[in-house]
Nanobody
Framework: QVQLVESGGGLVQPGGSLRLSCATS????????MGWYRQTPEKQRELIAS???????DYADSVKGRFTISRDNGKNMVYLQMNSLKPEDTAVYYC?????????WGQGTQVTVSS
């Protein structure tokens, strides 16, 4: 059974930084891609950052230049470094793994950006 567990969310002031972590029970290099999504009550879950098996990364325009996705294959961990946070970044953030047979999700971690 594939398990993804996010951590690192919390309350941060505008302009601050947070680092989210995703611990996985699988070898992430076997996944087609790993990604971070976020969701608010007003919006559908959206993909904001991804890293494919070959290491190429991609970002939503809303976070490009501020967020960085990375992975540690040896530890089976995926990270999302979030800088210059804005109130509109407030959301529940989910880790996602895309395998050849399906997608897997973590339980989510809340990020709140507020003064």
């Amino acid at each position: 059974q594939v398990q993804l567990v996010e951590s690192g969310g919390g309350l941060v002031q505008p302009g601050g930084s947070l680092r989210l972590s995703c611990a996985t029970s699988v070898r992430i290099f076997s996944m087609l891609s790993m990604g971070w999504y976020r969701q608010t009550p007003e919006k559908q879950r959206e993909l904001i950052a991804s890293i494919i098996r070959g290491g190429v990364t991609d970002y939503a325009d809303s976070v490009k230049g501020r967020f960085t996705i990375s992975r540690d294959n040896g530890k089976n961990m995926v990270y999302l470094q979030m800088n210059s946070l804005k109130p509109e970044d407030t959301a529940v953030y989910y880790c996602n793994a895309q395998s050849p047979v399906g997608a897997y999700w973590g339980q989510g971690t809340q990020v709140t950006v507020s003064s």
